[in-house]
């Protein structure tokens, strides 16, 4: 007795609902979609190869992007600045020269009620303040010896700059490179501050610095406290930890980029 199977074949059709293009909600109102039509074929296996065609509709979102302004400022340094650290009396310090290129990171609107205080941030490619050394640096009145010399080499500068009422804040780290001639250079010495043109004020030094004139000048002032570099003839002649005191003349001006 045998027994034989006889598979069925149904007739398969597939049917696509046609798809709405969507409705417009506030949401899409700030993009400009571009729309075509595009007509699909789908075809069905069975044993009368029927087929079905449906319409589907496509969406190209293209998102504006709103006008924003764009603006460059300009950092220079003057003469007339000091440098003291510890106890000891202060470096007269000629900082002309010294100059840096930075952008400003929020708008400035001039119709914004708020209009001035905006935030600039440095490059530091592009930034350089003076050696302190004979040509640039007097210490109770006389030049540095020839063969001593410090360098500064910053890494970070930025911050938030007033210009209706004048007032800067300035994040300021730096590394100071102490050497003599070529037989000596000692570990760096940290400086982490912020320069401002309003009051700064440590244990040890203090100082207080001038705001934007129209001439875009300003006094910036910075105390920080600087830690040992485990040089033992740095740490004892220095007498780490102790404070530091920047005081800075410089010019600041913005101009469209």
């Known amino acids: ?39 699909t074929i789908f075809s069905s296996s069975s044993s009368h190869n029927q087929q079905q065609s449906i319409s589907t509709y496509t969406i190209t979102q293209q998102r504006q992007s709103p006008e924003t302004g764009e603006y460059s400022v300009k950092f220079k340094t003057r ?19 010294g100059t840096g290129d930075g952008t400003v990171t929020t708008k400035i609107d001039e119709d914004d009620s708020n209009i001035g205080e905006v935030s600039v941030s440095f490059d530091l490619e592009r930034l350089y303040i003076p050696p302190l050394m004979s040509a640039t640096t007097r210490f109770l009145g006389l030049p540095l010896p020839p063969f001593l010399k410090i360098d500064v080499v910053p890494e970070l500068l930025q911050g938030i700059i007033s210009r209706k009422s004048g007032k800067v804040d300035l994040q300021f780290k730096a ?29 040890l030094r203090s100082g207080t610095g001038e705001r934007l004139n129209e001439e875009g000048k300003c006094r910036l002032v910075g105390v920080a406290t600087v830690d040992p570099i485990d040089d033992p003839f740095m740490d004892s002649f220095l007498r780490l930890p102790t404070e530091c005191l920047a005081v800075l003349n410089a010019t600041i001006s913005f101009s469209a980029a």
């Open 175 to 203: 590394k100071f490179w102490f050497s003599i001639g070529s037989i000596y250079r000692a570990p760096p010495l940290l400086v982490e501050t912020v320069l401002t043109s309003e009051e700064s004020k440590g244990r």
């Open 79 to 97: 003469e007339g600045c000091k440098l003291g650290i510890s106890r000891y009396p202060d470096f007269d310090y000629n900082a002309e020269g």
């Open 1 to 39: 007795m045998g027994c034989q199977l006889h598979p069925s074949n149904p007739q398969i059709l597939t049917r696509l609902p046609t798809k709405k293009p969507p409705k417009s909600t506030p949401f899409l109102s700030s993009f400009q979609p571009n729309c075509r039509t595009q007509r």
